[in-house]
């Protein structure tokens, strides 16, 4: 590129970038904007619904983290022809922390059970759960998981927003629409 269109392409990417920074809402492209819930292509949207061994209730309109994964060993092996490749085998499991979101404090029993974590109060601390997806204004679940042996890691609530992160010691899909697959015979 000629030197003299270096100035103004620069001025014009400057420009941009200055309006961009004025603009932004703070949201990527493509982010659900304010905390609202995930909007299903019917329009509807999701509740996401905790509910702890010992009686405690809570709707989240945000919820990440229901899932696994395994670390990718590798390993360089030899063919009998000489030919060097790499193996991979399944790793170590690891449980994903479950990351739970909604506008507003919450009910005061999740922030107990964050406090028995502080305390070192394990019985209490340490407990199994469910998180069950609903559709906004519907009572039937659409998916739902267990976990088992569950803390709160963390609990925050910054200007509007509460945000929950569970750590736990197993997840299975245990219901919903779909449910879990038919038994063998």
């Given at each position: 590129m000629r030197r003299?269109?270096?100035w103004p392409l620069l001025t014009v990417c400057v420009v941009a970038l200055v309006s961009l920074v004025l603009t932004d809402?703070?949201?990527?492209?493509?982010?659900?904007?304010?905390?609202?819930?995930?909007?299903?292509?019917?329009?509807?949207?999701y509740i996401f619904r905790l509910q702890l061994q010992q009686g405690i209730e809570q709707d989240y309109t945000e919820c990440v983290g229901l899932g696994s994964s395994n670390a990718i060993e590798e390993a360089i092996r030899l063919?009998?022809?000489?030919?060097?490749?790499?193996?991979?085998?399944?790793?170590?499991?690891?449980?994903?922390?479950i990351t739970l979101r909604r506008d507003g404090p919450g009910?005061?029993?999740?922030?107990?059970?964050?406090?028995?974590?502080?305390?070192?109060?394990?019985?209490?601390?340490?407990?199994?759960?469910?998180i069950t997806v609903l559709t906004a204004g519907s009572a039937e679940p659409v998916a739902q998981w267990s976990f088992r042996d569950g803390w709160a890691a963390r609990l925050t609530f910054n200007g509007s927003r509460e945000?929950?992160?569970?750590?736990?010691e197993g997840l299975e899909r245990t219901g919903g629409e779909g449910g879990p697959p038919p038994a063998r015979r």
């Open positions: 003299k269109y270096s809402s703070g949201e990527l492209w493509g982010q659900r904007t304010g905390g609202q819930a995930l909007v299903l292509a019917g329009g509807d949207s063919t009998n022809a000489g030919v060097v490749f790499t193996e991979k085998t399944p790793g170590t499991l690891e449980w994903q922390n009910n005061p029993g999740v922030w107990q059970w964050r406090r028995a974590m502080e305390e070192l109060n394990l019985d209490m601390a340490i407990q199994d759960g469910t945000e929950l992160v569970i750590v736990h």
